[in-house]
């Protein structure tokens, strides 16, 4: 998972030779939840589960939100298969992490849930954009601020660096496959507890983030709409005294 262009599909590419369609423009390219064909590693089967951004060029954060957690509830855990972690790709070259970046990973949270955050990976990538002073002291603001990734490290979550190699990619699989697969929150509570999609944790998350748009975009309106009517008075006014 991760922000549209942060590299998904290229990683799953590289790390399990697939060859799943790359965004090269400015629109957002997966669309769909995609799976790679199953490969080997070490001996055991490993497959990589390819996810749009909730700030896909062309679907709402809603729909994404549905098609993952569909996907997720129908495809997986109905079927009794658990995922062993979750690899969430930042971009290293990122100027700041905004409110879109942030947005998206409260919701990444919430989708996982708590239990799951010890099964998680945060990977940056893009490396070889940035100097590595630079890139240094960006991985260490995200990892000490609560607004950033330190909540889920403080949970057992794990931060890599991605130089865009297999063997690098393949590392961070193997972390991966020692892990205990656990549910993700948003599977038990589609299955389990048989919630809606809005009753869900991540559901939540964006309702309020939609929520404080709304508001924002009022307070915005009316802030314009005052101004207007201050220069049409004023514009009256001239014009009359003329």
């Known amino acids: 998972m991760g922000a549209t262009g942060s590299g998904k599909t290229t990683f799953i590419n590289l790390a399990s030779g697939s060859n799943l369609r790359v965004g090269r423009g400015l629109q957002s390219c997966t669309s769909i939840v ?7 590693l070490d001996g055991r089967a490993v497959t990589l589960i390819d996810t749009p951004g909730f700030d896909d060029t062309t679907r709402s954060d809603t729909d994404v939100l549905r098609m993952i957690a569909t996907f997720l509830a129908t495809r997986k855990y109905e079927g009794g298969k658990q995922l062993a972690g979750v690899i969430y790709l930042h971009r290293i070259s990122d100027f700041r992490m905004g409110g879109i970046s942030t947005r998206n990973f409260k919701m990444f949270r919430q989708l996982c849930g708590e239990s799951s955050l010890k099964n998680v990976v945060i990977l940056t990538n ?4 940035v100097s590595r002073e630079v890139g240094e002291a960006r991985e260490d ?12 490290l403080d949970k057992g979550g794990q931060l890599f660096r991605h130089d865009n190699t297999q ?11 020692e892990n205990h697969p656990i549910a993700l929150q948003i599977q038990r509570e589609l299955v389990d507890q048989k919630k809606q999609i809005s009753e869900t944790a991540a559901g939540e998350e964006l309702n309020r983030e939609l929520m404080t748009q709304i508001r ?15 220069l049409s008075y004023t514009f009256f006014v001239e014009i009359t005294h003329w």
């Open 34 to 40: 995609q799976v790679a064909q199953p490969f080997e």
């Open 126 to 129: 893009m490396w070889g954009e």
């Open 141 to 152: 603001e995200l990892a000490s601020k609560d607004m950033f990734f330190k909540p889920v």
């Open 167 to 177: 063997k690098a990619a393949h590392t961070v699989l193997r972390q991966i496959m």
């Open 216 to 230: 924002k975009h009022r307070d915005e309106m009316r802030s314009l709409q005052e101004e207007m009517r201050g």
